[in-house]
C-alpha cells in the first residue's frame, strides 16, 4: 500500500531551522518527482518546492528560495525539505506528493505541522 509519511515539523522560534522528511512506501519512489506543499491558518494551499527523480533539478517558490533546500536519497525512499531562516508566515502544515505526469499528484501524504513563533 502506497504511503507518504512526513516527520519533523515542530515549534521553531524565527530564525531558527527544521528538516522535515517523508518517508515513502509502496510505490518505485526514484521513478516519482516529488513536491512539497503547505497550507497556512486561514489559507488554501500553496506550493513549496519540487524535485526531479535523480535529485539533480530542483524548484522553489519564490518565498521560500534562498531559505529551503529540497533534497532527495532515493536509496532510503526518503524526501527532504531543509528549512533555515524561518519567519512567522512560513507556519503552516507541509504535505509531500509524489507525481508521475507532472500535472496531478498520485500520492499525498498526512501533513506535519511547522509553528514558527517567539
Known amino acids: 500500500q502506497v504511503q507518504l509519511v512526513e516527520s519533523g515539523g515542530g515549534l521553531v522560534q524565527p530564525g531558527g531551522s527544521l528538516r522535515l522528511s517523508c518517508a515513502a512506501s509502496g510505490f518505485t519512489f526514484s521513478s516519482y518527482y516529488m513536491s512539497w506543499f503547505r497550507q497556512a491558518p486561514g489559507k488554501g494551499p500553496e506550493w513549496v518546492s519540487a524535485i526531479n527523480t535523480g535529485g539533480g533539478s530542483t524548484r522553489y517558490a519564490d518565498s521560500v528560495k534562498g531559505r529551503f533546500t529540497i533534497s532527495r536519497d532515493n536509496a532510503k525512499n526518503t524526501l527532504y525539505l531543509q528549512m533555515n531562516s524561518l519567519k512567522p508566515k512560513d507556519t503552516a502544515l507541509y504535505y509531500c506528493?509524489?507525481?508521475?505526469?507532472?500535472?496531478?499528484?498520485?500520492?499525498w501524504g498526512q501533513g506535519t505541522q511547522v509553528t514558527v513563533s517567539s
Open positions: 506528493a509524489s507525481t508521475l505526469l507532472g500535472t496531478t499528484f498520485d500520492y
